[in-house]
């Protein structure tokens, strides 16, 4: 009887084994049918690109003059005016006036429908057009409610106001402080000392007239970052391991955090002289002439998909702009220090995330028919596209089988194309004949699909009637993020800035 059960277990065991071996097999099947379908899509999403690309082939110039430099802020850290806020999704002065040098831009008025801290607009002022952005944070908006005050009339009286704070530094005395609002990810900011200097501050700008109101605020915007414990990165705001929300897995390190004394002061400083001294530069494109009749500036608030439409046809000879790329990126956090300041709540946080073009991926989807009954001819031109659906479809299939590092990925994605034609119908619409149409924008990937954002909108704008005169092209793409090269590997993306003329 012993060996008999003896004999039983092993046969027990035995299929066992064999049932796990057929577990595995199918697994491995799975595994592999489920690579090939990937590899499948991919290779269609490739082809389709390649043909689109091969389609736009005369239009894509490599221009050896366009630098990262010049297409970021980072060129207006050396212009006066331009580099008191670190507006780092902005691109530089010098590309608007390389481009307005580089084709002819009819006299009239220019339009950016994602003016943000307004470089297109005060570097089209510049060389004498008249100019108008659309913008829809309350930070964008002061950013440029401030700098229009500063070109105007009054430039004496500010500076004169500047120097009296410079002399009399209020916010080192004692006295009442202004409770300013907190967010929940901007709580623990700052340094008790440097909240309370903040909050000084705030209280005594208020008995200025409302120019200087404005242009103390403004200051004090400028130097939020450098007085916290956070750093602007990409999609959220860093924490530096020194503040109270320090974790034990926290060992970022931002370096010097200034303090609240010497960071105003510099400011103050650098604005009173760069008012002092005008906008001076010195660099290969400029041709800005002294005798240039300064244009008027605008500013229109709210989201580009609302204010668009009730804008005149053919009222703009240029538009010159960068929409917020696919990539993820949320200004309302990114800027959440400005806006707590700013006092925005919670809620109106979350509804300007929403209202703004869909770029992160807690952008509900959009009912754009509902906001314009005119989109339903771009949105067809959407639908029949073969490489934007194909893409669409793959990250539709990926988010069902919840291979997406984040399932608001496929939606964010189709409302980013979708919202983008509608602002490119409507930028078609308020152009006039010959108008050109100038944008900078980055290709993306996600899931191993890279996602030519070029030829996706170019083909779209020509669709709509623009021709699409040139695809400018920086010399060095830039890479995927860590994440995707760890899974797929390095392949270089297109940054390029779209040249669209308007024929008709």
Known sequence: MMLIGYALKVTDIHTIGNILRMQIEVIEKVKKTQVSRDDILLREIEELDNSLTEYFSDAFVIDDALTRKLVSFQANKERTYYRWYKYKEAFSADLVEYLFRKYSVITGKILDPFAGAGTTLFASSSLGYNSEGIEVLPVGQKIITANILVRGANKQKIIFALENWLRQKPWNDEGKIKIFKVLRITDGAYSPETHHKIGRYLNDLEHEPPEIKEILLFALLCILESISYTRKDGQYLRWDYRS??????????????????????????????????????????????????IGEIGLLKGSCLEVLPNL?????????????????????????????????????????????????????????????????????????????????????????????NNIGIARMVRGYFYEMACVIQECYRVLDKDGMMFMVNDNVKYAGAAISVDTILSKIAEDIGFHIENILVLPQGKGNSSQQMGKHGREALRKCIYIWRKDK
């Open 312 to 404: 005149e046809n053919h009222a703009y000879s240029g538009i010159i702009t960068s929409p917020p790329y696919c990539n993820r990126y949320d200004y309302t956090r990114t800027y959440a220090l400005e806006h707590a300041l700013l006092g925005v709540n919670e809620s109106e946080l979350v509804c300007l995330r929403q209202a703004m073009l869909s770029c992160t991926v807690e952008n509900k989807a959009k009912e754009l028919i509902g906001l314009n009954k005119e989109w339903h001819t771009v949105i067809n031109v959407c639908d029949s596209l073969p490489l934007l659906q194909k893409v669409l479809g793959y990250l539709d299939y990926k988010k069902d089988k919840k291979e997406l």
């Open 244 to 293: 109270r929300r320090r974790n034990s897995k926290n060992t970022f390190d931002k370096g010097k955090i200034l303090s609240f004394n010497e960071a105003i002061v510099k400011k103050l400083n650098e604005i009173k002289n760069d008012m002092n001294l005008g906008d001076v530069k010195n660099d290969l494109f400029s041709f800005i002439q002294k005798d240039i009749q």
